[in-house]
């Protein structure tokens, strides 16, 4: 076995962590990253919330690629 083999088989159990982690705890992560939101639109005082919608959205697709959510 070699050095990609040891790589990629560490990367898979990452991964699966990862998403027993998003199963678990997917709300919590959802209320932080609009916790994050908010007061990023509060210290730009409102003017970058396009922006800010935007990465929260894709944040939020990326999170439930990873958790394996079929409806997205």
């Known amino acids: 076995m070699g050095l990609l ?3 990629k ?3 898979d159990g990452l991964k699966d ?3 027993d982690l998003l199963k678990e705890h997917g709300d919590k992560i959802d209320q932080g990253i609009d916790k994050a939101a908010d007061l990023a639109s ?3 005082g409102g003017k970058h919330d396009d922006k ?3 990465g929260t959205d ?3 697709d990326g999170v439930d690629k990873i958790d394996g959510d079929p409806t997205t």
Do not use: M
């Open 9 to 11: 088989d560490n990367a």
């Open 52 to 54: 800010i919608d935007k």
């Open 17 to 19: 962590k990862a998403q």
């Open 58 to 60: 894709a944040l939020k």
């Open 42 to 44: 509060d210290k730009t």
């Open 5 to 7: 083999d040891k790589f």
